[in-house]
């Protein structure tokens, strides 16, 4: 069993509500940062942790933190990105559904490190019952004194509003979530300046994940020392896992970093192998928008290593034999799929996502998905997979936000790993109608690496 | 304590110039001038907040500043870039920012209905310079572009979504300018549009100023549309007392003989607006006597406006009593009196179908 920090008590019958969390000793790591700690002595804690952004990108959350600028007489905010709408992702949701207490104390302390004395959690609209639960959870951290004014007679002030997105991915995006926040059209913004100097009604701002806030109650409970000793390297701690697709157990699972993708599929532990004992065809490690990898450079990396579930180890070899942690989005893919639809479906979702302010995603995305559509219904043409490339080649980095690049890699790495199943379905465009290309030589084991001269 | 103002030393294409800081990318190659300046869409000096969305104006820093070297991981966009002393940008000379640009004209004339040939705008528009300097001669989109109905904001301003290219120009015009923004965007990706919701008409004194500031063919003048094509009109900069305060009455006629088509703001080199004018200039004051012409506007040799060779004409001389010895030439026989079809009483236009001879008929 790997060890768990953030889960290991969600099983408890009630922990979603105040007095069973706090007899599970909830709410111990914010007294110890209010009240013996102080905020310098939790950056350093978190610092020393290497906690990185669980949101996809990975960016360390210590020095995230010690970027905030602080001018005399100028609020400070914290926001909660809860606005996980990445197809694939929904470990954020299962966090707030079963232990809201532990977001709100990740909240708390992570506030009093910032000095901030309010915080939002911004919700994705379509999580409509969630800001029910948050907010009876606050309610109830309220009454206790664990939030409003001078808490714990620290004289530290602490509000936490819930705010519902409307429904836009874009929204996920710090800046456009900012301005969302703000009443305005959720349209990403342009950086700099950055949100920690001018975020949130032009104050510096803290974004932070949900799952990264609530990573920091662990910290601070076992120690920054302690937490860098789960996990390997760069990548410590645990991560929450959202796995989905063709496997026997999809579901939330905390992992602790330091297990290969293949034990992650296959244990009984966690997926549980492949439905119906098929064959892993491919898999989308982390969430719609990294690329996509073929089985056989799924489980082992170019070099010929076991690829195991670090951001590291995911990322090894660059776009071009890898792919990224990411938020953790785990899809699973079985030898019945079909790379070509699987784009279509992620292009059609970023088209209709584009918040249309810059004009390479604005017209790319739509353009993508036209592309895509002739080929998955036999009328495409074989320079429409070229095509296809440079659309996306385009796109990619020439945007405001990271839209325009989620957008485009899902689309370079399945042409990139999977061109021979794009030119069947131009080559057999009534065949590619009636079935799928299969595994072909996806799980192929790879050439030996040459060794470098 | 009066702190010397440090100018930051930048080097575009390698060509270096010295600028404030907080200066702009874009605005520090604009100081520069020529073939350097990256071309700008949605930027417009005079609006805040304006530039970023169309990405044409894309450059590549190669060394950030010379505190940190390091260059710039993707390419940014120079408009709203601020520069940092000893900034390495390469524009022109960077094929990688020549490729990127290309795929951004490619992208906005993508959904673009290319009617230059029945848009007003053609002769003075942006994207038809930007796709001629930077586009490729042929499209490879093969679907159905995007189209949207016309509408009318008011009766002076026409909306032709189908032609907009989101600079959001008009909205920042809108914003800043009138007292009350009446319009913004709608909806969102390629499905986004600019309206006013439920097509309710623009009406604010400062309003056809969205007119100037669009870069396409989307917003444009009711009162002239269809009139005439602009390189047929001479612009002359004229001004007029306007009784609105905050109208500098300083505008351009676009003229042919005496008739006035239509009234702009004096626009730069970059097509951006030496000050805005107020709705009475433009829409209302179409009679020369309301103006005092100053003289002919100078417009850039590589405009398709400049063909109209209106500047320094001359009048063509009739040689003919020069070559008589001061002589008039005498009329021997007057055609129009003894021919039988000069019928001033008659008007042609009104009979119907071509003239014949018993139409004359006394």
Not at chain 1, 88 to 114: A, C, Q, V, W
Not at chain 2, 90 to 117: M, Q, W, Y
């Amino acid at each position: 069993m790997g060890r768990k920090l953030l889960l290991d008590k969600a099983h408890i019958e009630g922990i979603r509500y105040y007095d069973t969390y706090r007899s599970n000793g909830g709410y111990a790591a914010a007294e110890k940062a209010l009240k013996t700690m102080g905020p310098d002595a939790v950056l350093e804690e978190v610092k020393k942790s290497g906690l990185r952004g669980r949101g996809g990108a990975g960016f360390p959350t210590g020095l995230k933190w010690s970027f905030i600028a602080k001018p005399e007489g100028v609020p400070r905010y914290l926001v909660c990105n809860a606005d996980e709408s990445e197809p694939g992702t929904f470990k954020d949701r299962y966090l707030m559904e079963f232990i809201p207490h532990l977001l709100i104390e990740g909240l708390i302390i992570s506030s009093f490190t910032l000095g901030a004395n309010s915080a939002y959690i911004y919700i994705r609209g379509e999580y409509a019952w969630i800001p029910d639960i948050l907010e009876q959870a606050i309610a109830e951290a309220k009454n206790k004194g664990w939030l409003g004014k001078n808490i714990l007679g620290t004289g530290f002030d602490l509000e936490i509003y819930v705010q519902r997105g409307a429904g836009a991915y874009i929204c996920g995006e710090e800046t456009a979530l900012i301005e969302s926040l703000e009443g305005k059209r959720g349209n990403p913004r342009i950086k700099p300046p950055f949100p920690a100097v001018k975020g949130l009604w032009q104050c510096p701002t803290v974004v932070n994940n949900v799952e990264t806030l609530a990573a920091v109650v662990p910290i601070i409970n076992i120690g920054g020392d302690e937490y860098i000793k789960y996990g390997t390297g760069k990548s410590t701690g645990t991560k929450l896992i959202s796995a989905c697709g063709n496997i026997n157990k999809p579901g939330v699972y905390e992992i602790e970093m330091n297990i290969s993708v293949e034990e992650f599929i296959y244990s009984d532990e966690y997926c549980g192998g492949i439905k119906n004992n098929k064959r892993l065809k491919a898999c989308i490690p982390g969430g719609s928008s990294v690329p996509v990898l073929p089985a056989n450079l799924l489980l082992k990396t170019a070099k010929g290593e076991t690829r195991m579930m670090t951001y590291e180890s995911l990322a090894d070899g660059g776009f071009a034999t890898g792919s990224m942690l990411g938020s953790g989005g785990f899809i699973v893919m079985d030898e019945d799929q079909c790379i070509v639809r699987n784009t279509l479906t992620f292009a059609r979702f970023y088209h209709h996502e584009s918040c249309g302010q810059c004009s390479p995603c604005r017209e790319g995305t739509g353009w993508m998905e036209k592309v895509l559509k002739n080929i998955e219904y036999g009328k495409g043409k074989m320079s429409d997979i070229d095509l296809l490339w440079d659309i996306q080649r385009k796109i990619e980095g020439n945007t405001i936000c990271p839209l325009g690049d989620a957008a485009a890699w899902p689309v370079a790495a399945a042409i990139r790993h999977f061109r021979d199943e794009f030119e069947w379905h131009v080559a057999h465009p009534q065949e590619a109608l009636t079935r799928n290309f299969g595994l072909a030589h996806y799980a192929d084991p790879l050439p030996a690496p040459v060794a470098a001269v | 304590m009066a702190e010397e103002k440090k100018l930051f030393k930048v080097k575009i294409d390698n060509i270096s110039v010295e600028v404030e800081p907080g200066t702009t990318i874009l605005n520090a190659a604009r100081q520069i001038g020529g073939e350097i300046v990256p071309p700008a869409m949605c930027y417009y000096s005079k609006l805040q907040g304006s530039g970023g969305k169309c990405r044409t104006c894309l450059v590549k820093v190669s060394k950030g500043s010379d505190a940190d070297p390091r260059p710039m991981p993707k390419l940014v966009a120079s408009c709203r870039t601020t520069v940092m002393d000893g900034m390495e940008v390469s524009n022109i000379t960077s094929p990688e920012v020549l490729e990127a640009r290309k795929g951004v004209v490619e992208f906005l004339l993508l959904n673009h209905p290319l009617d230059c040939p029945v848009c007003d705008q053609a002769g003075e528009c942006h994207l038809q310079d930007l796709s001629y300097e930077h586009g490729a001669d042929s499209t490879r989109y093969e679907f159905k572009r995007r189209t949207f109905d016309k509408v009318d904001l008011g009766d002076k301003i026409k909306l032709h979504m189908t032609r907009c290219i989101l600079c959001y120009r008009c909205v920042y015009t809108a914003d800043q300018l009138t007292e009350k923004r009446e319009h913004g965007i709608l909806g969102r990706g390629d499905a986004s549009e600019i309206s006013t919701y439920i097509s309710q008409s623009l009406d604010n004194d400062f309003i056809g100023n969205v007119i100037d500031v669009c870069p396409v063919g989307a917003l444009t003048d009711q009162t002239f549309r269809f009139k005439n094509r602009v390189w047929f009109l001479k612009p002359v900069d004229a001004h007029r007392d306007c009784e609105n305060p905050k109208c500098c009455g300083k505008t351009v006629l676009w003229m042919r003989g005496n008739e006035v088509f239509r009234v702009t703001a004096r626009k730069d080199k970059y097509g951006e607006v030496e000050a805005f004018i107020c709705d009475t200039c433009r829409f209302d004051k179409k009679d020369v006597k309301d103006w005092i012409i100053e003289g002919p506007r100078k417009i850039e040799r590589n405009s398709v406006i400049s063909q109209g060779h209106y500047v320094n004409t001359v009048k063509p001389k009739d040689a003919l009593v020069e070559v008589l010895d001061g002589r008039q030439p005498k009329l021997l026989f007057d055609i129009h009196s003894e021919s039988q079809v000069n019928r001033p009483d008659i008007d042609l236009s009104k009979i119907h179908g071509p003239a014949h001879s018993d139409d004359f008929k006394k």
